[in-house]
């Protein structure tokens, strides 16, 4: 008969502590380059409001540090999505920020009547209705 001697999960002998805090420790080296391309290149979610009019749907998004032409909004099978990129090379080395948000929008909307205004870092896009979703007054006979 074979005997084993038993180790109570709780009991960890040292030289199995030593390894798994040199462990820990290994994995916060390998860590420390990936946390800094992180703050290299940081991604947010936009901010945003939907709102609906008479005529129009309107989309508020707030892009706080954007330029007008480091953003581009478009509309695609009933999605608006905005991006922003920009790029900050005051220091030795080249930062981008990154800002994405796409939601979706109803069908009814007119593609060509489609406009994206940027005033003090809020994006306002209006997307107007098409003439058959606008409400009407039926005269009753």
């Known amino acids: 008969m ?49 709102y609906e009019n008479d005529d129009a749907f309107n989309a508020v998004f707030e892009l706080p540090g954007f330029a007008k032409e480091d ?3 478009s509309l695609e099978n009933s999605v608006l999505t905005v991006q922003a990129e920009a790029n900050d090379r005051a220091e030795d080395d080249d930062l981008a920020h990154t800002a994405s948000r796409s939601v979706a929008v109803p069908d009814n909307i007119d593609s060509g009547k489609v406009t994206a205004k940027l005033e003090n870092g809020v994006l306002t896009v209006t997307l107007a209705k098409a003439e058959s979703a606008k409400a009407r007054t039926v005269v009753v006979e």
């Open 2 to 50: 074979k005997y084993i001697r038993y180790t109570a999960p709780n009991a960890v002998p040292i030289a199995g502590m030593r390894r798994w805090l040199q462990d820990a420790f290994d994995t916060f080296d390998e860590f420390g380059p990936r946390l800094e391309n992180a703050f290299r290149a940081s991604t947010s979610a936009v901010a945003a409001d939907l």
């Open 71 to 73: 953003i581009q909004v």
